[in-house]
């Protein structure tokens, strides 16, 4: 990779994984040369706000490289939050509204409740496989920007990144 002056490396990842990990594991890179949009684990949609933010920063910021590295969400701790959420008796109307409204009202939507759209759907390595294809297919995204998709391995295990 080529880090002139100019040019700029962008990382998409989990809010759970911190910029400093990611210049430990990546030689070359400084601060001055990174950018770095967080996010909970979300499918890139190829019109949704954090694709717009992608395009918008690549273009703005003279981004010559991306790395989509999403870490593995942990279910367990997704589910006491929904369990929470599903016990406060103040959103339980607005839930089922909702859920209403997902399943009738709304056909664009993949997920059928709104459950299934605070899970998140799929979030393993297909998913960062799918959102780096979206950003790498998109029409706005100048052709010469490369698109890795990372592997991130927890806190716990291996300390470094695994390039795919």
Known sequence: MNTDEKKKVLFVMGLEQGPERILNQMSGLTPDHIL????YGAVIEPFGDL????????NRDNVEEIFVAAPEVDQKNVKETLKKMYANQELQEKI???????KNCKPEYQNTS??????????????????????RNHPLLPS???????????EDQSKMAKLI
């Open 114 to 135: 709104i459950r299934e759209w605070l899970e998140g759907g799929k979030t393993s390595a297909n998913s960062k496989q799918t959102n780096a294809e979206v950003i």
């Open 36 to 39: 770095v949009m967080q996010t």
């Open 51 to 58: 694709m717009r933010d992608i395009i918008l920063a690549v």
């Open 96 to 102: 089922q509204t909702l859920d209403y409204l997902f």
């Open 144 to 154: 010469n920007v490369k698109v890795t998709e990372v592997m991130m391995e927890s």
